[in-house]
């Protein structure tokens, strides 16, 4: 924990969206804001990682051309929300970068974690919808087995789409995808 201390800087007053953006990028572990307040999670762990990697590579092979799949980007939701998601579709293939503005998002992925089980089912599912993503995914590798639950925007919040089926996601929107969570 002192560890922690000495690499997080002091900050007495609310967190801009430009002061969180200014941090170093590494600090190994995820730096958010979420209405001046910061949120720190730690990395993810092997389970986490193992998860993400399998659904990564499945949807990457279903992305149409005119979208491009990416982990773990800023996505800036507002000027004082700013989010990590495990993993994106964004509209705007090949962008460099520091950060997406909500409106090139496709589809956010949250896998949970330990630290985050709370944070990522509720609160921030709430600020992909306010923030009118139109697809949000949520895995839980916990789960025996795997399990995920699509979500599709529909103008006032998220309506569940599908959820996995013993280890199994398939969708069909935004576009078709078979992933194989316990796999």
């Given at each position: 924990?002192?560890?922690?201390a000495?690499?997080?800087?002091?900050?007495?007053?609310r967190?801009?969206?430009?002061?969180?953006?200014?941090?170093?990028?590494?600090?190994?572990?995820?730096?958010?804001?979420?209405?001046?307040?910061?949120?720190?999670?730690?990395?993810?762990?092997?389970?986490?990682?193992?998860v993400?990697?399998?659904?990564?590579?499945?949807?990457?092979?279903?992305?149409?051309?005119?979208?491009?799949?990416?982990?773990g980007?800023?996505?800036?939701?507002?000027?004082?929300?700013?989010?990590?998601?495990?993993?994106?579709?964004?509209?705007?293939p090949?962008?460099?970068?520091?950060y997406?503005?909500?409106?090139?998002?496709?589809?956010?992925?949250?896998?949970?974690?330990?630290?985050?089980?709370?944070?990522?089912?509720?609160?921030?599912?709430?600020?992909?919808?306010?923030?009118?993503?139109?697809?949000?995914?949520?895995?839980?590798?916990?789960?025996?087995?795997?399990?995920?639950?699509?979500?599709?925007?529909?103008?006032?919040?998220?309506?569940?789409?599908?959820?996995?089926?013993?280890?199994?996601?398939?969708?069909?929107?935004?576009?078709?995808?078979?992933?194989?969570?316990?796999?």
């Amino acid at each position: 924990m002192a560890a922690a201390a000495e690499t997080f800087p002091q900050h007495p007053q609310r967190w801009t969206l430009d002061e969180v953006l200014a941090l170093p990028e590494d600090q190994g572990q995820r730096v958010e804001l979420v209405d001046g307040t910061v949120v720190v999670s730690p990395a993810p762990g092997g389970g986490h990682q193992r998860v993400l990697h399998r659904l990564q590579v499945s949807v990457d092979r279903a992305v149409p051309t005119e979208y491009e799949l990416l982990p773990g980007v800023n996505v800036v939701l507002n000027g004082e929300r700013l989010l990590i998601p495990d993993l994106v579709i964004t509209m705007v293939p090949g962008a460099n970068t520091l950060y997406f503005d909500a409106a090139d998002i496709l589809l956010a992925v949250e896998v949970l974690s330990p630290s985050s089980r709370v944070y990522d089912r509720a609160l921030k599912r709430q600020l992909y919808a306010e923030a009118a993503i139109p697809f949000f995914v949520i895995v839980d590798p916990v789960a025996e087995p795997v399990s995920a639950i699509a979500y599709e925007f529909d103008g006032a919040g998220y309506r569940e789409t599908v959820r996995s089926d013993n280890g199994v996601l398939k969708w069909e929107r935004p576009f078709p995808v078979l992933v194989d969570l316990a796999r």
